[in-house]
């Protein structure tokens, strides 16, 4: 998948889609998609005053977060993993938020690490190649016929 299609098909096609699966390119090319956008909305909005760039960077974000969800669920889903996978990244958050305001000295270290480990176990298992052929969730979205290319 190109990155046009990959964004036709996540903005247009699949806006709040939570079924079926993604491939990885289609996944990523939106994670691109979604990351120039955000940086050229900072850009564009940077001479606006602190508050007022904020609120609308955070408009630009809340119209991306369905299709965001949307494809990092099918990509979860061409793994052949439940969607509910997508709440290990806000897991490792609350980890680490409430690892910094724990008593004693250890805890936010330790914490953030066990954060960062589950965040970069999350990236590795968004990375990996889906199952090959038809899973619990749908056809294979790389597959012409029975083959996969």
């Keep these: 998948m190109t990155f046009a299609g990959a964004v036709r098909v996540c903005l247009k096609d699949k806006y709040a889609c939570f079924r079926g699966r ?3 390119s289609e996944f ?3 994670m691109l998609c979604i990351g120039l956008i955000n940086l050229c909305a900072g850009l564009a909005l940077s001479p606006f005053p602190p508050g007022t ?3 609308l960077n955070f408009l630009v974000s809340l119209a991306l977060l369905l299709p965001n969800f949307g494809v990092t669920v099918r990509r979860l889903h061409d793994r052949n993993l439940s969607g509910w996978w997508l709440l290990i990244p806000l897991g490792s958050l609350l980890l680490w938020l409430l690892g910094r305001g724990a008593p004693g000295a ?3 270290p330790a914490s953030a690490l066990l954060s960062l480990t589950m965040c970069v176990c999350y990236l590795a298992i968004l990375s990996l190649p ?3 052929g038809p ?5 294979d979205p790389l597959a012409t016929g029975n083959e996969r290319p």
């Design 22 to 24: 993604a491939s990885r």
């Design 28 to 30: 990523w090319w939106f």
């Design 53 to 55: 760039a904020m609120g």
């Design 106 to 108: 250890n805890a936010a």
């Design 130 to 132: 889906g199952t090959v």
């Design 135 to 139: 899973n619990r969730f749908g056809a």
